[in-house]
């Protein structure tokens, strides 16, 4: 079965302070890694689908990286307005259904 | 691109009614579109999945005679909670997916309450 874990499940920064999540997974041969971000109230907002160790994508803070076992997405001197809570999810190569982590709170303070 | 729109935003209801929830691909067109399920504080839960002009695959442990889908184009999918009772209420949102590619792309969520 198909595993997703993301740590740290909250985290608390200040106004520039850079940091980096993380999620391991495990799939049966993975057809993508992809991370969403939720508000509260909202549904998931797409940011990055990765699809091969090694591969990183950036947009505008946010830097998301893989490797075979775990994917990192890191920001770089956060706002308030990247708090949000941040998911992590992977499909399988014989399958579209996503299997998501529980998540990381990440709450940055002016 | 890649909107996805959900229609209610919210929904109250009394016990035993049934409430219909549409999930609609605004400049794309969905293959496959996907409905999930969200209590406070936990993660999606995936309910079902369905292809246009197919019937709905539903996870273990999801009754298909409470949740009815239907995917009648490659734009629209809606989903109907049958004889609604509060264990019922939560955060319903929906996701779709373009043909050829892999990326799901979300709704806003409906909230459903459940009097």
């Known amino acids: 079965e198909d595993q997703v874990t993301q740590s740290p499940e909250a985290l608390r920064l200040q106004e520039g302070e850079s940091s980096s999540l993380n999620c391991s997974y495990t799939?049966?041969?993975?057809?993508?890694l992809f991370w969403y971000r939720q508000d509260p109230g909202k549904g998931p907002e797409f940011l990055f689908t990765?699809?091969?160790a090694g591969e990183e994508k950036e947009k505008e803070r946010l830097k998301a990286t893989l490797t075979k076992k775990e994917s990192f997405l890191h920001i770089t001197a956060p706002k308030p307005e990247d708090s949000a809570t941040y998911l992590c999810?992977?499909?399988?190569?014989?399958?579209?259904?996503?299997?998501f982590g529980a998540g990381t709170t990440v709450t940055v303070r002016a | 691109g890649a909107v996805v729109s959900q229609h209610p935003s919210w929904v109250i209801c009394k016990s035993g009614t049934s409430v219909k929830i549409e999930c609609r691909s605004l400049?794309?067109?969905?293959?496959?579109m996907f409905w999930y399920r969200q209590f406070p504080k936990q993660s999606l839960m995936l309910m079902a999945t369905s292809n246009e002009g197919s019937k709905a695959t539903y996870e273990q442990g999801v009754e298909k005679d409470k949740f009815l889908i239907n995917h009648a184009s490659l734009t629209l999918s809606t989903l109907t909670v049958t004889s609604a009772h509060p264990e019922d209420s939560s955060f319903y949102i929906c996701?779709?997916?373009?043909?050829?590619?892999?990326?799901?792309?979300f709704g806003p969520g409906t909230r459903l309450t459940v009097l």
């Open positions: 999810a992977v499909t399988p190569a014989n399958d579209y259904k996503l299997s």
């Open positions: 799939v049966s041969g993975l057809r993508g």
């Open positions: 996701s779709a997916r373009d043909r050829g590619r892999d990326t799901q792309y």
């Open positions: 400049d794309f067109q969905a293959t496959t």
């Open positions: 990765l699809y091969s």
